[in-house]
C-alpha cells in the first residue's frame, strides 16, 4: 500500500474546497491560495510536525486568512481576539517552531496569510477559545464559527486535519488520507426502517405500566 503526504491532502483539499461550504461566496472570500503555495503551506507544518522541542511533539494550528476578518474588540466567548505581530515573519519551519510553544492548541492558532508578491506570511495569533472542541467531545456550549478559510490542525508527528471553516475536509494520519464519515445511526434511512420498530416497543412499555 502507498503512503500518502502532504501533496496527497493538498489534493484533496483542492478537490473537496467548492463542495463543502453552504455559506455565500463572494469576492475574495473562502479562496485557496494556488496550488504550488498550498502544497507548501502543508508540506511545512508536516516537517514541523516531525520535530520534538525538549522531546515535545509539535501540536499548533494554522489558520490561512487576513487579520481584517477578526474585528479587534471582540473575544472569547463571543469572537475571536487577534495579536496582530508589529512585523509580520516569514512561514518556514523556524517560525513555526519557536511560535508552536506560544500557540496553546486547544485554544489558539497562528495567522498566516497569502500575499502575491511575498508569500505566505505570518501575521500574528489568535485566541479562539476551548469550545471549538466539543465537535469531537461534546459539549452544549454556542460555537462560534470559524472564518470561511483554510483551517489546519497539526494534531501530532504526521497528522494534519485540514477544514474549511469549521467544516472538516480530510486528514492525513499514519501515511493514509482519512475522510470525515457519517454517523449511520443518524441517517434517515435508520430511522425509517425502525420507525415501526420503535412504535412497537412503545406501545409495550405504555402496556407494561
Known sequence: MKHAYPHNLSEEILRLWDTSSDREKSEGYGKLPDRETL?????TCYQVSMMSEELRSQRFRILLCDPSE??????????FLRFVFKEPR?????????LSP???????????????????LIWGLINSGTRWIQVFRGGSKVIIPMPDSLVLD??????????????ILAQLSGGRIIMPYANVLHSRWIVQRTASFKNDIMEMHIKSR
Open 39 to 43: 502544497e507548501y503551506l502543508i508540506s
Open 70 to 79: 477578526f474585528p479587534p474588540e471582540l473575544g472569547p466567548p463571543y469572537g
Open 90 to 98: 516569514a512561514f518556514d519551519e523556524y517560525e513555526l517552531l519557536k
Open 102 to 120: 506560544a500557540s496553546e492548541f486547544e485554544s489558539s492558532l497562528i495567522g498566516v496569510r497569502h500575499d502575491p508578491a511575498d508569500g505566505l
Open 154 to 167: 497539526i494534531a501530532g508527528p504526521g497528522s494534519i486535519r485540514a477544514y474549511r471553516g469549521s467544516s
